[in-house]
């Protein structure tokens, strides 16, 4: 999977356009990219930058593949049978913990989106509101992450009452009283509450303390040593998709609801509108997805008493590719430019 196919297809389109006789159509690599969950706004970069052409023109035949239950987006790349992975920066620590061999090549989200989120209604709208309330919680969630906004609060654990509920019974339970608090997403639950008509208030962790990377994209370190061209490739494929849907999210979003045609155009869109938002990030200023030893430092520490060791910063991640590729400082100034 080296350049041949690129040169290929440049003497392919010579060819073409010399009105030669065509040369044999170049094979494409065949790239895998893992995940996180079945396809939703967060994912509408991908599917664009296939339906534009970007991957191919790469030289590169990719196939999305969402994660299912039971299974590992990081043990699926780090068994070298998928190529890439993306997937929230604690289950990325905790596999790096364990001793998986990959690296982050590009962080996605430079802020975890999670959030504590209220029934306007209930009048919960500070962190010292939550003293002695029930907030929904996920068996697979690590509380340590929703300690920076109880100390900011001069709470502790002990102050409030963890309801351990089903991942989608959460946002029913909120409505019907039976928790004062969900542990979820400021674009996920926040706004399917609000589209069924329930207010609510959103303290977002990000500006309450924690200091955390959201979701990355991922590799093997084996692959960056073999094959640094693909995955250079595929980066700037990828960073081409995010600049379109940049400038064209609802036609980006279209391209996720043909294969997902559960899902609503103009909720899903809005979504996306609120995490494009999240990209105009001080991280970001010189390079869209740059990382450093100091976020993932905190990333880890975040997790630590989760951990059965802590893996070292800078074997987290490598800038590379975001340093080596025009597209990514496109689309920091993109990001990071006013809106109208």
Not at 203 to 212: E, F, R, S, Y
Request: charged share 20%.
């Amino acid at each position: 999977m080296k350049a041949l196919p690129r040169l290929l297809l440049g003497l392919a389109a010579f060819a073409s356009a010399s009105g030669l006789a065509a040369l044999p159509a170049a094979a494409l690599d065949k790239v895998v990219l893992r995940i996180n969950f079945s396809p939703w706004a967060m994912h509408a970069q991908y599917y664009a930058a296939i339906a534009q052409g970007y991957y191919a023109k790469e030289g590169i035949e990719l196939e999305i593949r969402p994660v299912s239950a039971g299974q590992s987006v990081e043990a699926l790349v780090a068994s070298g049978r998928e190529h890439f992975g993306l997937d929230n920066a604690d289950s990325f620590v905790q596999a790096k913990a364990s001793g998986m061999p990959i690296v982050a090549i590009l962080a996605d989200q430079p802020d975890a989106p999670t959030a504590v989120i209220t029934l306007a209604s209930s009048g919960i709208a500070k962190a010292n509101q939550l003293k002695g309330k029930k907030i929904s919680w996920f068996q697979a969630n690590v509380k340590s992450k929703l300690d920076p906004l109880l100390k900011s609060a001069g709470l502790s654990r002990d102050d409030i009452e963890y309801v351990m509920v089903t991942r989608g019974a959460e946002v029913q339970m909120l409505a019907a009283g039976k928790v004062d608090a969900i542990w979820g997403y400021a674009f996920g639950q926040a706004l399917t509450l609000e589209s069924k008509g329930f207010p609510v208030n959103v303290l977002a962790m990000k500006d309450n303390g924690l200091v955390n990377y959201g979701t990355v994209i991922f590799t093997t370190e084996a692959l960056i040593k073999s094959d640094p061209d693909l995955v250079r490739r595929f980066v700037k494929a990828t960073l081409q998709g995010y600049i379109w849907t940049q400038k064209n999210q609802e036609a980006a979003v279209a391209e996720v609801i043909k294969v997902a045609p559960d899902r609503d155009q103009k909720l899903e869109t809005k979504k996306l509108g609120i995490i494009f938002a999240l990209y105009n990030s001080p991280d970001y200023v010189e390079r869209f997805g740059k990382m450093s030893d100091a976020k993932w430092a905190a990333t880890i520490d975040s997790l630590a008493e989760d951990l059965p060791s802590k893996p070292s910063p800078s074997s987290m991640y490598t800038n590379q590719f975001v340093d080596s590729i025009d597209e990514a400082k496109t689309l920091s100034q993109a990001v990071r430019a006013p809106t109208n």
